[in-house]
């Protein structure tokens, strides 16, 4: 998408940071990192000192398969991924081709199986086409640490480690709904702009905007998918503005179509609503912290995500379990809080931003 005139980077100004891991102690903490990479890298923060967990261990091979990163999300969730493993020395992290064609990521997924890797971790581009796979390796001994998209068979996959989608749409709809009721505005047009519409984030992101949205008495009024593209989000945002001459609020589901959102608000002229976006991008925080438009604030899933999970893996495949925790074992699902990114706490979670 970078080759498409209508890149991220021309809509938005450039060069901020990305963090990296949550601690596997930690992985559903949303305390910012202790320190920031410098600007344009996105290096992982290294694990906390002095536990047992991070002691040199036994010899494992990771296996890790995701969608091509031709979206600014997917390419921290790599990365982060990557700098992660490169922590530890009893870590060989084994990343196939990235890609986003379902019988390509099967075979790539079926020559980690072949290869006989400790534990995989895979972010599927459809966790319903990708199940079989993903059972097939956990049917040959090799555990399966489930990342964001979730395989509908529990026995596919040993941990799951996500985003709350759910409660992205509640956070989000709260946010609207209490300004708008503050400010004593009754029959909103409140605009929904969704992802993959076919997703099962997708539809637990609308599910929880809708809800949190009924407690104050309001609905949306539109809503559109735009494929988490630039592209798509410019194209969405155009003709939603122009079948709405007045729009109250809007959410926006993904960041990185939001660069092609804010570009049609700003095209149009169009400042009488206010926006909140999702996942949080560094070029969304930035956009919050100027203070110049109409996005005020960001609902967070971030790609640390990858590397909460690719700890997780390595203890999973280590037998061990998780040291802030009594149990054993890794738990079967660690679901990571989403957070309201605003101008007052923007400063806070600008170092875990990933560049769109």
Not at 114 to 142: E, M, W, Y
Not at 257 to 278: N, P, S, Y
Not at 295 to 322: D, W
């Amino acid at each position: 998408m970078s080759n498409n005139p209508l890149a991220r980077r021309g809509f938005l100004v450039g060069g901020a940071v990305i963090g990296a891991g949550a601690l596997v102690s930690a992985c559903t903490s949303n305390e910012p990192a202790a320190q920031s990479s410098p600007a344009g890298s996105q290096a992982a923060a290294a694990p906390a000192p002095g536990t047992d967990n991070d002691k040199p261990g036994e010899k494992v091979v990771i296996g890790f398969s995701a969608p091509a990163a031709d979206h600014g999300w997917i390419a921290a969730i790599a990365k982060n991924a990557e700098a992660t493993a490169k922590q530890y020395s009893d870590v060989e992290f084994r990343p196939v081709e990235p890609t986003n064609d379902i019988n390509a990521q099967i075979s790539a997924v079926e020559s980690l199986i072949a290869a006989k890797v400790s534990v995989l971790v895979i972010l599927p581009n459809d966790g319903q086409q990708l199940n079989q796979i993903a059972r097939r390796a956990s049917d040959a001994g090799i555990p399966v640490v489930n990342l964001d998209r979730v395989f509908p068979d529990k026995l596919s996959y040993r941990t799951w480690v996500g985003g709350d989608n759910y409660g992205m749409g509640v956070a989000a709809g709260h946010y609207i709904g209490k300004k708008l009721k503050d400010g004593g505005v009754s029959n909103p047009v409140i605009l929904e702009i969704q992802g993959i519409a076919t997703l099962p984030l997708t539809q637990d992101r609308s599910k929880g905007f809708a809800d949190a949205l009924k407690s104050y008495g309001f609905s949306v009024t539109a809503q559109q998918d735009a494929q988490f593209t630039v592209e798509t989000g410019n194209e969405v945002a155009t003709n939603l503005l122009q079948a709405h001459k007045k729009v109250d609020a809007l959410w926006n589901h993904d960041d990185d179509q939001g660069v092609g959102v804010l570009a049609a608000i700003k095209e149009a002229g169009r400042d009488e609503f206010f926006m909140v976006g999702g996942a949080g991008s560094a070029n969304a925080m930035r956009e919050i912290q100027a203070g110049t438009g109409v996005l005020e604030a960001t609902v967070t899933y971030s790609p640390t995500m990858a590397s909460s999970a690719v700890k997780l893996a390595r203890l999973i495949a280590q037998g061990k379990g998780m040291s802030d925790l009594v149990e054993n074992q890794v738990p079967q699902s660690i679901t990571l809080a989403s957070e309201t990114i605003t101008k007052d706490n923007v400063a806070q979670y600008l170092p875990l931003g990933f560049e769109s």
